[in-house]
T-cell receptor, first 114, second 112 residues
Framework: AQSVSQHNHHVILSEAASLELGCNYS??????LFWYVQYPGQHLQLLLK??????LVKGIKGFEAEFIKSKFSFNLRKPSVQWSDTAEYFC????????????FGRGTSLIVHP | KAGVTQTPRYLIKTRGQQVTLSCSPI?????VSWYQQTPGQGLQFLFE???????NKGNFPGRFSGRQFSNSRSEMNVSTLELGDSALYLC???????????FGPGTRLTVL
């Protein structure tokens, strides 16, 4: 069974600090990778996704993530966070092709102080 | 396009009762997935329906069931409610299932 680990459960940063949220998955086959974000009081929404091709993917609001297959990782980064980035971030994995069960990490709560 | 809608938004039930939650996906989306979100466990996948068939199922007891109608709307039913069923239940739709999921606002279920 596949699993997703998000190492940082709570992160507190000041504005303009750099952000990196870790995500590791366990699955031996081909995967699709996602980062979702849930802003306070809002729905979960897609931040970025990786299906194939360039392992460095760019998402909305200046976020990017790098897929490193050898490390089974898909870390999320942003060079300079803003107060409006305060939210909960979820990494998710689905297996590519055929039957799948999407697996989410437990989430990382990010608080950015102005 | 209208987003994913879920009704009701809030629900309070007592142990032993049953509950039905409803989800209307984005028009054109054939896949509907249900998740249970709790502070301690994050998002746990319940099941996915595609073209009226349950295509995938998570690791939840048989008290949790669902169905999908021909217009892709989906319902989730929980029977014999337990205190531990208190959670936010999220519905998500996508075109095919493996791609980006669009989430609804959720139904907050409280079991007393």
């Amino acid at each position: 069974a596949q699993s997703v680990s998000q190492h940082n459960h709570h992160v507190i940063l000041s504005e303009a600090a750099s952000l990196e949220l870790g995500c590791n998955y366990s699955y031996g086959g081909t995967v699709n990778l996602f980062w979702y974000v849930q802003y306070p009081g809002q729905h979960l929404q897609l931040l970025l996704k990786y299906f194939s091709g360039d392992p460095l993917v760019k998402g909305i609001k200046g976020f990017e993530a790098e897929f490193i297959k050898s490390k089974f990782s898909f870390n999320l980064r942003k060079p300079s966070v803003q107060w409006s980035d305060t939210a909960e971030y979820f990494c998710a994995v689905t297996s590519s092709g055929g039957s799948y069960i999407p697996t989410f990490g437990r989430g990382t709560s990010l608080i950015v102080h102005p | 396009k209208a987003g994913v809608t879920q009704t009701p938004r809030y629900l309070i039930k007592t142990r032993g009762q049953q509950v039905t939650l409803s989800c209307s996906p984005i028009s054109g989306h054939r896949s509907v997935s249900w998740y249970q979100q709790t502070p301690g466990q994050g998002l746990q996948f319940l099941f996915e329906y595609f073209s009226e068939t349950q295509r995938n199922k998570g690791n939840f007891p048989g008290r949790f069931s669902g169905r999908q109608f021909s217009n892709s709307r989906s319902e989730m039913n929980v029977s014999t409610l337990e205190l531990g069923d208190s959670a936010l239940y999220l519905c998500a739709s996508s075109v095919q299932g493996e791609d980006e999921q669009f989430f609804g606002p959720g139904t907050r279920l409280t079991v007393l």
